[in-house]
């Protein structure tokens, strides 16, 4: 199972641009990179998921390089209602993919 | 609005109840899950069903048990729980359980044993 790591924590102002970064360095042919919002007490919200390149949806883009050794979330103009957990995943099955700690955004005025 | 419905919302039982949490969900996706949320700790997964495989993590306690019906509904039944027990309950479905379907989480059902 293909490991990840993301910063615990990151601050931003609204109006910019956040790119949260995940390394998974051990990632398997077959394994895609999904993220997910999560809320307080709320369930995981799917945002963007990509195998290769760069994926875009209304919410948000993913940056994959060529070796797929790291990925990035590209959240744009953020605001305060992004304060939120955001996980990245890695995997092929969903009964396989693995929630660690995510990166606690916090969008400050 | 996920799709994905749960309930109850909340639910406080004691350790001697019997007591089901409900999730139904709406998309037409034949995969359901549950997962536990504890503070400050990672998602878990519990238990799936799909057609394509049924998952069980051996670490959950047989105190829950899980009941699939049909596609569209998944049940938990908690039995003789414990205090630790106490968590955010989250179910989900998705079209399969590869990816790159998405999953679709519900609301969640907050525990709490007393």
């Known amino acids: 199972l293909a490991k990840t790591t993301q910063p615990i924590s990151m601050d931003s102002y609204e109006g910019q641009e956040v790119n949260i970064t995940c390394s998974h360095n051990n990632i398997a042919t077959n394994d895609y990179i999904t993220w997910y919002q999560q809320f307080p007490s709320q369930g995981p919200r799917f945002i963007i998921q990509g195998y290769k390149t760069k994926v875009t949806n209304e919410v948000a883009s993913l940056f994959i390089p060529a070796d797929r050794k790291s990925s990035t979330l590209s959240l744009p103009r953020v605001s305060l209602s992004d304060t939120a957990v955001y996980y990245c995943?890695?995997?092929?099955?969903?009964?396989?993919?693995?929630f660690g700690k995510g990166t606690m955004l916090l969008v400050s005025p | 609005e996920t799709g994905v419905t749960q309930t109850p919302r909340h639910l406080v039982m004691g350790m001697t109840n019997k007591k089901s949490l409900k999730c139904e969900q709406h998309?037409?996706?034949?995969?359901m899950y549950w997962y536990k949320q504890s503070a400050k700790k990672p998602l878990e997964l519990m238990f799936v069903y799909s057609l394509e495989e049924r998952v069980e993590n051996n670490s959950v306690p047989s105190r829950f048990s899980p009941e699939c019906p049909n596609s569209s509904h998944l049940f938990l039944h908690l039995h003789t729980l414990q205090p630790e027990d106490s968590a955010l309950y989250l179910c989900?479905?998705?079209?399969?359980?590869?990816?790159?379907?998405?999953?679709?989480f519900g609301p969640g059902t907050r525990l709490t044993v007393t």
């Open positions: 989900a479905s998705s079209q399969g359980t590869s990816v790159p379907y998405e999953q679709y």
């Open positions: 995943l890695v995997g092929e099955r969903y009964s396989t993919l693995t």
């Open positions: 998309l037409g996706h034949n995969a």
